[in-house]
């Protein structure tokens, strides 16, 4: 694995890599915390907060170690309507370390250009610039395309996955992500985000701590 991009051999406490000024600036509007560091403490320390968390960051990565820290998820509810009166009426919001955000995205860097080739054509979310407005439009054109041929008809079947993400399978996962080959120091450091941390709070009440070993935090 080339991480020569990652972790370059020469750094300048003065002027550090770019990584670094891309995720201090993208967290500066992240208000909600529970960890007491913020994206502005983050924003506004990156000459002195730098040469640190690339320590900490090469370390996690090169020993496919997570701090538990990075690990703890605080689940807060979030109204979606005025007046909530029952439980749907809420949208579950983790609260995790924006540091292992941080780290989270410098990842993703390194994983999209090895997994992009090999992502399905017509997959719309989650892509940067593709959206649900393009689903449709794409879903329309292929739709009217056939039933442009005389005798043609068409049926659509439309199947939503319920908590897709809270329900991920770890061995599932690390299986497609070798098959999409990504590196193996990446897999394994993937792999380590189990036996997660997590508690909900409402108000100023807050459950007992379990550990989560599916979904993605």
């Known amino acids: 694995m080339d991480c020569s991009g990652f972790f370059p051999h020469q750094r300048s406490?003065?002027?550090p890599p770019?990584?670094?000024?891309?995720?201090?600036?993208s967290s500066g509007g992240v208000k909600l915390v529970w960890d007491g560091i913020t994206g502005?403490?983050?924003k506004n320390c990156t000459l002195?907060?730098?040469p640190v968390l690339f320590s900490l960051f090469k370390e996690s990565l090169l020993t496919a170690t997570v701090p538990m820290l990075w690990k703890t998820a605080t689940i807060i509810?979030?109204?979606k309507r005025p007046r909530p009166?029952?439980?749907?009426h809420y949208r579950p919001v983790a609260l995790t370390s924006i540091i292992a955000k941080c780290l989270e995205k410098l990842v993703?860097?390194?994983?999209?250009?090895v997994v992009s080739p090999r992502l399905d054509p017509y997959q719309f979310a989650y892509k940067a610039k593709r959206g649900t407005e393009d689903a449709v439009e794409c879903l329309l054109h292929t739709l009217l395309q056939h039933l442009d041929t005389p005798c043609n008809y068409a049926?659509?079947?439309?199947?939503?996955?319920?908590?897709?993400?809270?329900t991920i399978q770890r061995y599932i996962m690390i299986t497609k992500l070798h098959h999409l080959r990504v590196p193996p120091l990446l897999i394994h450091w993937i792999y380590f985000l189990s036996d997660r941390l997590q508690a909900v709070r409402m108000g100023s009440i807050t459950s007992t701590t379990i550990i989560v070993n599916t979904g993605a935090p």
């Open 155 to 166: 049926r659509i079947l439309f199947i939503d996955f319920g908590s897709a993400f809270n």
């Open 18 to 25: 770019s990584q670094w000024k891309t995720f201090t600036s």
């Open 13 to 15: 406490h003065t002027h």
């Open 108 to 113: 993703l860097n390194i994983i999209l250009p």
């Open 40 to 42: 502005r403490l983050l």
């Open 77 to 79: 509810l979030v109204p």
């Open 48 to 50: 002195e907060l730098s």
């Open 85 to 88: 009166s029952e439980l749907n």
